[in-house]
């Protein structure tokens, strides 16, 4: 029976429910009419076309990210915001790819890009600086989560063979960290959330650096310690 009381929100999340459930490449308008009920021209009351219902997908699977405690320091906070997001991606495994590909709109997702590039500001980058920093930042965080719902990771059947065709070209023991299966996804994910962070403050400092010397609060000397290759 048609559902009633139907709404863009309802369309929306029984969207999302067809990719979780049945993977994306089955979300039709035919099939997302079927599960609630109703007759496919219907849906164009409460949504324009397929890129519209993705980009609300995109939306709910952001309102569930949660962010944790925001008065640490920053570095505790990026880890927040970066556990939190991939734990939404990864509760929604078929929808990930949707994430990687839709560009940032809605009310929700824009607020998101702007509360963050409000931190950027905090550390003195300027907003271009700061959108920058924060693609770079998601795109690692949705490419993971690519890479950890993937399926084409070397099975222990296959791993002999992978480390001997490594080892024509490599050392033993890089061969054997080559083929590892399972990979530690975690420890990964948050050795490459504490390199961002590195490279941010790191490029903080510098930035802060420059404006003082500039301002001639700061002596060459001193200045120098914060490029690219000083300890």
């Known amino acids: 029976m048609p559902r009633r009381g139907l709404n863009r929100r309802k369309v929306l999340k029984a969207a999302l429910q067809v990719v979780d459930e049945e993977g994306l490449e089955e979300l039709t308008m035919r099939r997302l009419a079927q599960v609630l009920g109703i007759e496919a021209p219907s849906l164009y009351k409460h949504i324009a076309n397929k890129a ?8 709910l699977v952001y309102e569930e990210i949660d962010f944790g405690d925001a008065s640490g320091s920053f570095s505790e906070r990026v880890h927040s915001y970066a556990n939190g997001c991939r734990r939404a991606l990864l509760r929604h495994p078929n929808a990930v790819p949707i994430m990687a590909t839709r560009p940032v709109t809605g009310r929700n997702t824009i607020a998101l890009a702007q509360t963050v590039i409000e931190q950027m500001h905090s550390l003195g980058f300027c907003t271009e600086v700061g ?13 993971h989560a690519l890479a950890e719902v ?7 059947a296959q ?61 060459p000397a001193s200045a120098a310690r914060f490029q690219p290759g000083q300890p």
């Open 52 to 59: 519209d219902i993705l980009d609300g997908i995109a939306g």
């Open 150 to 156: 993937g399926s084409g990771r070397t099975s222990l």
């Open 159 to 219: 791993m002999p063979e992978v480390r001997r065709s490594f080892e024509c070209v490599v050392s033993e023991d890089v061969a054997r960290t080559l083929a590892l299966d399972p990979v530690d996804h975690d420890a990964e994910f948050e050795l490459g959330i504490d390199l961002i962070i590195a490279g941010i403050e790191r490029k903080a400092d510098k930035l802060r650096a420059e404006r003082l010397l500039s301002t001639g609060q700061l002596g």
């Open 131 to 143: 959108r920058r920093i924060v693609n770079v930042s998601y795109g690692f965080i949705v490419g």
